[in-house]
């Protein structure tokens, strides 16, 4: 495996001004290593590589990896990276979209984009809260969570974010936490050579905002919480529901295989080019 | 590809489209809307067969969204719509205008404010055209005034987003949309095209944001090995965010000056009957029909009145106005709007001579007899 050293000379661009702007802690960090990590193993050529983001902390990531590198508006990532892949079929399309971005003012994009299924790999971060603003809830915060915007507790329920995409209709549904780093690695390098569209869900962590308000200790003991709750799912499928409240359930949750959307273009192309000629011929 | 220059009898939608398809555009992003579905419908049809592509998205924010990504990837992009939808579409165009993304946006204007009277025509949206994104940003607005106008106004859109790496709006009334006439488009290869200029020197020199001699940054696409960042938030000649004020600055001022820089070229004026007019219409879009009209009428009767025929409507071509204020005793612009470019034409007159606007904003337009009731008022 590649060494810390040579993942920074190899992927991080050296004439970006570092630091980088997340709070000591943040769980983000590490899936992007590990995201990188995965990238590496898979050997692909850093050309051939477009990355991604919305808005948030997450929308960050891309900036300071040297792939080609799209940081969007707040909730668009899907649709920016869904022109970008019918343009350059031949790039392999990675979206990096937190919690918020990805399923408050991203919502439709991202149900679109499963129900298209077209072959981009989308690596959701989520920590439960709208960490660059400082805090607010978001559409995953837990029932009776605090943050700054329900101080007295959430009154909403939240998404789960892994089934809404499977309802939606995505071909390859993963969820592991930053906790479990090369779980990370090995679900994004199976997404990214999933043809068509694949989620992979990363529950992290915001020792800043939501641990700090829901006072869940430092990042190290929000990173414990992770490794107590999850449970892999050869474990959960033998569980019965009522030992699974409160667990998260990682691993490869979901994967089949349904015609990707740029190769059924593609096969209209040659339909369309057919129909032409023969049109052509005709009127000769 | 069209071979030969044919004749054929088809609506300014239809032309919009052929328009797109000559100046080589290889994606179209959209979503249902009327009076513009019919560009939508075309392409969908069209550009597969030219080896194009063609996607309906889930609404017009991410239309326009999917249109930057392809420019992104090299392709010439163009989306349809309609009020509403270019409401939708403000965010991502002001995204455009600062990562600097080549894009054609055609407006099919209806009336308004929201739902409005969507079979009808208006020219309601020429400030939101201008000002609809937030933050100051320079923008390209062209609005035909006839089928044919609408089919070469396109390629001419289409060429300055990509010589000018901005966004162009094609800012066209229901009327010119949805108008049938005969009209000869030219073979393929007689449509004059312009490409975006390709970075030349090696990937690890390459700055996006480096303005070359000409005001516009070489645009490298993602793929061709020039791994480069794009971004929303001000940023520095590498493209990355920043918060330097001086870098702030020349992100900002640099957007203005290549608008500048190319001002007369993108400024379409005609002029008819000017030379020894004392009294103007000032007119764009649909409303030229009725000016035009109203002009022979006035003519036949001694009037000594002309028509500037506006086809670029931002940046405002203040020059084609300032030339013959000396000259004029009267302005009348009339408008399907409560007075949109008058306001400009005000602006621009700065008190030198008599400005009138006529406005309608009931679905239905002016008539070139009201024009002439209203020129020949202003005379006595």
Same mark, same amino acid.
């Given at each position: 495996m590649i060494s810390n050293s040579q993942l920074v000379n190899k992927y991080f661009r050296h004439n970006k001004k570092f630091p980088h702007i997340w709070c000591p802690g943040c769980g983000i960090g590490t899936i992007l290593g590990n995201m990188l990590r995965a990238v590496d193993a898979l050997a692909l050529d850093k050309n051939e590589i477009a990355f991604v983001s919305g808005i948030g902390c997450t929308g960050r990531a891309p900036v300071y990896v040297d792939f080609n590198t799209m940081h969007t508006t707040h909730g668009r990532a899907l649709p920016f990276a869904t022109g970008l892949k019918l343009a350059r079929p031949e790039l392999k399309v990675l979206v990096a979209t937190g919690d918020g971005d990805a399923t408050a003012i991203g919502g439709n994009h991202l149900i679109h984009a499963c129900r298209r299924n077209i072959d981009i790999t989308t690596i959701i971060f989520n920590n439960y809260i709208y960490g660059m603003t400082g805090g607010q809830y978001s559409?995953?915060?837990?029932?009776g969570d605090k943050a700054y915007t329900c101080k007295l507790g959430n009154i909403e329920r939240p998404f789960n974010i892994s089934q809404l995409v499977e309802a939606a209709g995505a071909t390859f549904v993963g969820r592991t936490t930053s906790y479990h780093t090369l779980q990370i690695q090995s679900i994004i390098k199976k997404a990214i050579l999933h043809k068509g569209f694949s989620v992979v869900e990363i529950i992290t962590h915001c020792p800043t905002t939501y641990g700090r308000i829901n006072k869940k200790g430092s990042a190290v003991d929000m990173l414990k919480w992770q490794k107590e709750v999850a449970v892999d799912k050869s474990r959960a499928d033998k569980m019965d529901p009522k030992e699974l409240e409160g667990r998260i359930v990682t691993g490869i949750l979901m994967e089949k295989q349904l015609p990707e959307f740029c190769e059924q273009y593609d096969t209209i192309i040659e339909e369309a080019q057919s129909l032409k000629n023969n049109q052509q011929g005709k009127s000769k | 590809m069209r071979k030969k220059s044919s004749y054929q009898l088809i609506q300014g939608n239809e032309a919009v489209a052929e328009g797109a398809l000559a100046a080589g555009v290889s994606f179209f992003a959209g979503y249902p809307i009327t009076p513009s579905t019919e560009i939508a419908e075309i392409l969908a049809d069209r550009l597969p067969a030219e080896g194009g592509k063609f996607i309906q998205m889930e609404d017009e924010i991410g239309s326009i969204a999917a249109i930057i990504g392809a420019s992104i990837g090299g392709r010439k992009a163009l989306t349809a719509t309609s009020g509403p939808g270019f409401s939708l579409m403000q965010e991502n165009l002001g995204f455009a205008c600062l990562a600097e993304v080549p894009l054609v946006i055609v407006n099919v204007m209806r009336g308004g404010?929201?739902?409005?009277? $969507?079979t009808s025509p208006s020219q309601g949206d020429v400030m939101q055209s201008r000002w609809?994104?937030?933050g100051d940003h320079p923008i390209i607005v062209l609005s035909p005034a006839s089928v044919e106008e609408a089919f070469h106004y396109t390629v001419k859109a289409v060429n300055f987003a990509e010589k000018y790496r901005n966004p162009v709006i094609l800012l066209m009334d229901e009327i010119i949309g949805h108008m049938r006439a005969r009209v000869s488009l030219p073979p393929t290869s007689m449509v004059e095209r312009f490409n975006r200029v390709h970075p030349n020197m090696p990937p690890e020199w390459?700055? $996006?944001?480096?303005?070359?001699a000409t005001g516009v940054a070489p645009m490298a696409s993602f793929g061709d090995g020039y791994r480069h960042h794009v971004t929303g938030l001000v940023h520095d000649a590498k493209g990355f965010p920043t918060a330097d004020p001086n870098e702030a600055k020349n992100n900002i001022r640099g957007l203005f000056s290549k608008i500048e820089r190319g001002f007369r070229e993108i400024c379409l004026v005609d002029f008819e009957l000017m030379e020894d007019a004392e009294h103007a219409i000032i007119a764009y879009g649909g409303m030229v029909l009725s000016a035009r009209s109203a002009l022979e009428q006035l003519r036949q009767s001694g009037r000594k009145v002309g028509l500037i025929k506006l086809g670029t409507l931002w940046p405002f071509p203040r020059f084609a106005l300032e030339q013959y204020l000396p000259q004029l005793k009267t302005i009348l612009v009339p408008e399907l709007n409560m007075g949109q470019i008058y306001r400009e034409v005000l602006r621009v007159n700065a008190g030198k001579t008599v400005v009138e606007k006529l406005n309608r904003v009931n679905g239905t337009i002016i008539t070139p007899n009201e024009i002439v009731k209203t020129v020949k008022g202003l005379i006595r």
């Amino acid at each position: 495996m590649i060494s810390n050293s040579q993942l920074v000379n190899k992927y991080f661009r050296h004439n970006k001004k570092f630091p980088h702007i997340w709070c000591p802690g943040c769980g983000i960090g590490t899936i992007l290593g590990n995201m990188l990590r995965a990238v590496d193993a898979l050997a692909l050529d850093k050309n051939e590589i477009a990355f991604v983001s919305g808005i948030g902390c997450t929308g960050r990531a891309p900036v300071y990896v040297d792939f080609n590198t799209m940081h969007t508006t707040h909730g668009r990532a899907l649709p920016f990276a869904t022109g970008l892949k019918l343009a350059r079929p031949e790039l392999k399309v990675l979206v990096a979209t937190g919690d918020g971005d990805a399923t408050a003012i991203g919502g439709n994009h991202l149900i679109h984009a499963c129900r298209r299924n077209i072959d981009i790999t989308t690596i959701i971060f989520n920590n439960y809260i709208y960490g660059m603003t400082g805090g607010q809830y978001s559409p995953t915060t837990p029932h009776g969570d605090k943050a700054y915007t329900c101080k007295l507790g959430n009154i909403e329920r939240p998404f789960n974010i892994s089934q809404l995409v499977e309802a939606a209709g995505a071909t390859f549904v993963g969820r592991t936490t930053s906790y479990h780093t090369l779980q990370i690695q090995s679900i994004i390098k199976k997404a990214i050579l999933h043809k068509g569209f694949s989620v992979v869900e990363i529950i992290t962590h915001c020792p800043t905002t939501y641990g700090r308000i829901n006072k869940k200790g430092s990042a190290v003991d929000m990173l414990k919480w992770q490794k107590e709750v999850a449970v892999d799912k050869s474990r959960a499928d033998k569980m019965d529901p009522k030992e699974l409240e409160g667990r998260i359930v990682t691993g490869i949750l979901m994967e089949k295989q349904l015609p990707e959307f740029c190769e059924q273009y593609d096969t209209i192309i040659e339909e369309a080019q057919s129909l032409k000629n023969n049109q052509q011929g005709k009127s000769k | 590809m069209r071979k030969k220059s044919s004749y054929q009898l088809i609506q300014g939608n239809e032309a919009v489209a052929e328009g797109a398809l000559a100046a080589g555009v290889s994606f179209f992003a959209g979503y249902p809307i009327t009076p513009s579905t019919e560009i939508a419908e075309i392409l969908a049809d069209r550009l597969p067969a030219e080896g194009g592509k063609f996607i309906q998205m889930e609404d017009e924010i991410g239309s326009i969204a999917a249109i930057i990504g392809a420019s992104i990837g090299g392709r010439k992009a163009l989306t349809a719509t309609s009020g509403p939808g270019f409401s939708l579409m403000q965010e991502n165009l002001g995204f455009a205008c600062l990562a600097e993304v080549p894009l054609v946006i055609v407006n099919v204007m209806r009336g308004g404010p929201s739902t409005g009277m $969507p079979t009808s025509p208006s020219q309601g949206d020429v400030m939101q055209s201008r000002w609809g994104t937030h933050g100051d940003h320079p923008i390209i607005v062209l609005s035909p005034a006839s089928v044919e106008e609408a089919f070469h106004y396109t390629v001419k859109a289409v060429n300055f987003a990509e010589k000018y790496r901005n966004p162009v709006i094609l800012l066209m009334d229901e009327i010119i949309g949805h108008m049938r006439a005969r009209v000869s488009l030219p073979p393929t290869s007689m449509v004059e095209r312009f490409n975006r200029v390709h970075p030349n020197m090696p990937p690890e020199w390459y700055l $996006p944001y480096e303005r070359s001699a000409t005001g516009v940054a070489p645009m490298a696409s993602f793929g061709d090995g020039y791994r480069h960042h794009v971004t929303g938030l001000v940023h520095d000649a590498k493209g990355f965010p920043t918060a330097d004020p001086n870098e702030a600055k020349n992100n900002i001022r640099g957007l203005f000056s290549k608008i500048e820089r190319g001002f007369r070229e993108i400024c379409l004026v005609d002029f008819e009957l000017m030379e020894d007019a004392e009294h103007a219409i000032i007119a764009y879009g649909g409303m030229v029909l009725s000016a035009r009209s109203a002009l022979e009428q006035l003519r036949q009767s001694g009037r000594k009145v002309g028509l500037i025929k506006l086809g670029t409507l931002w940046p405002f071509p203040r020059f084609a106005l300032e030339q013959y204020l000396p000259q004029l005793k009267t302005i009348l612009v009339p408008e399907l709007n409560m007075g949109q470019i008058y306001r400009e034409v005000l602006r621009v007159n700065a008190g030198k001579t008599v400005v009138e606007k006529l406005n309608r904003v009931n679905g239905t337009i002016i008539t070139p007899n009201e024009i002439v009731k209203t020129v020949k008022g202003l005379i006595r």
